[in-house]
T-cell receptor, first 112, second 112 residues
Framework: KQEVTQIPAALSVPEGENLVLNCSFT??????LQWFRQDPGKGLTSLLL?????REQTSGRLNASLDKSSGRSTLYIAASQPGDSATYLC???????????FGTGTQLKVEL | ETGVTQTPRHLVMGMTNKKSLKCEQH?????MYWYKQSAKKPLELMFV???????ENNSVPSRFSPECPNSSHLFLHLHTLQPEDSALYLC???????????FGPGTRLTVT
């Protein structure tokens, strides 16, 4: 059974800082891994999707990496801004797309 | 409208009521999903439809009944719910089953 863990559960940083969010998964036979952000009381917004054959994806200030052998993915946020404050979730598809497992998220606060 | 929409956004219902949640996607996707998000718990995948056929049912109680009349619409029929069913119910779609997910804003359900 796939288990997805995100550490830390909460993080507070000053504006402008570069930061890394971690996502670990127990079953390396993943189909793809997706990062989302969720604002309070809202739905999820897709940030980046990494296919199992890829090592990383970039979008603007965001860079996500994937290391299947170690069961880890990281989301790097450069030059953080207060608008980045949200909960960040990772989710892994396993079994050829049969099962999607979410982590519990990292709640990020970027302070002025 | 664009993207994925959900109605209603908020719903309060008694344990003996029957209600339905509606999801509509305007992205031309072939797969649609229902998720449950409870406080302090990871997102739980409830149902998956691909090309209007149910392909995944993660041991969801029968008091939740999904319906997918076409590839653009997805319903979740609710009856005889319990207070522990109170949660944010999220709908998502993807081009194909297992692909990048796009979420709606969710329906905040409270069972009294």
């Amino acid at each position: 059974k796939q288990e997805v863990t995100q550490i830390p559960a909460a993080l507070s940083v000053p504006e402008g800082e570069n930061l890394v969010l971690n996502c670990s998964f127990t079953d390396s036979a993943i189909y793809n891994l997706q990062w989302f952000r969720q604002d309070p009381g809202k739905g999820l917004t897709s940030l980046l999707l990494i296919q199992s054959s890829q090592r990383e994806q970039t979008s603007g200030r965001l860079n996500a990496s994937l290391d299947k052998s170690s069961g880890r993915s990281t989301l790097y946020i450069a030059a953080s801004q207060p608008g980045d404050s949200a909960t960040y979730l990772c989710a892994a598809w396993t079994g050829g797309g049969n099962k999607l497992t979410f982590g519990t998220g990292t709640q990020l606060k970027v302070e002025l | 409208e664009t993207g994925v929409t959900q109605t209603p956004r908020h719903l309060v219902m008694g344990m003996t009521n029957k209600k339905s949640l509606k999801c509509e996607q305007h992205l031309g996707h072939n797969a649609m999903y229902w998720y449950k998000q409870s406080a302090k718990k990871p997102l739980e995948l409830m149902f998956v439809y691909s090309l209007e056929e149910r392909v995944e049912n993660n041991s969801v109680p029968s008091r939740f009944s999904p319906e997918c009349p076409n590839s653009s619409h997805l319903f979740l029929h609710l009856h005889t719910l319990q207070p522990e069913d109170s949660a944010l119910y999220l709908c998502a779609s993807s081009q194909d089953w297992g692909g990048e997910q796009y979420f709606g804003p969710g329906t905040r359900l409270t069972v009294t």
